[in-house]
């Protein structure tokens, strides 16, 4: 994603700080998600998953290792942003440790932008893949899977404490093999539930674009390198779920 889409989700951000009350919603948690999925889904396979009360009963957004050729087939967790965005690494700590704490620093103000670099660091994510993951999935077809993610992220700012969005397999899979003729695809890059929590309405894509619910011929992958922009396909999906 080129500058200007990184310059959508930072506006959006500050946006919504601006109008929160004082620790709460998910606004930071999405943002370094989703800087951290353009960073590092393709190059390292690594995915941003939302949870929600899982293992010892958290909420939050997890890092994962996608299951490839590289990484195996079992998923490994890094780390997790906590709801409100504190960081836990649990290669280094564990669950519950919160070992950089930005929340509180956010509520006073301070630019998001070095945090980013702080939760790279904190989570010791390494610039360069110790392997190369040239033959995968998440490498060859990463584009598609983090404009999803960053439209995802622009819904989630614009919307917060309406639209929950669940990319967990263990949330989405139940739902969407009824959907996706390519659900066993090998290394499939998963799906989105979008969901508006005062009515209901749902819109589910699939990591490389596809749209599901309302069921479709169409990919908004399709519709972005055909010229579309960030925001006219976040707006899209707006008025499918009647925002």
């Known amino acids: 994603m080129n500058n200007s889409c990184s310059d959508n989700v930072l506006k959006a951000y500050e946006t919504w700080r601006s109008i ?42 997890q890092l994962d290792h996608v299951p490839c050729q590289i990484n195996g087939k079992n998923s490994k967790t890094l780390g997790r942003l906590t709801m409100s965005a504190d960081v836990e690494n649990w290669m280094t700590g564990g669950p519950g440790d919160h070992g950089l704490e930005l929340v509180e620093r956010a509520n006073r103000g301070e630019p998001v932008e070095p945090m980013v670099q702080e939760a790279i660091q904190h989570l010791r994510l ?69 969901s508006d929590i005062k009515t209901d309405q749902k819109v589910i894509l699939a990591g490389d674009g596809r749209l599901l619910m309302p069921h479709r011929d169409e990919s908004y992958w399709e519709r972005y390198m055909r010229g579309e922009s960030v925001m006219m396909l976040t707006e899209s999906l707006e008025g499918l779920l009647g925002l």
């Open 20 to 61: 929160q009350q004082e620790g709460h919603g998910w606004g930071l948690a999405w943002y370094l998600a989703n800087e951290i999925c353009q960073r590092f889904y393709s190059s390292h396979g690594i995915v941003p998953h939302v949870i929600a009360h899982e293992g010892l009963g958290y909420y939050g957004i």
């Open 126 to 194: 390494p610039a360069y893949p110790l392997k190369s993951h040239l033959n995968c999935r998440h490498k060859r077809w990463g584009a598609s899977f983090t404009l999803i993610f960053q439209i995802a992220s622009l819904i989630a700012l614009r919307h917060d404490n309406r639209i929950t969005i669940w990319n967990h397999p263990d949330h989405t899979y139940r739902v969407a093999r009824e959907l996706d003729p390519k659900i066993d695809q090998k290394e499939h890059m998963g799906h989105f539930i979008l």
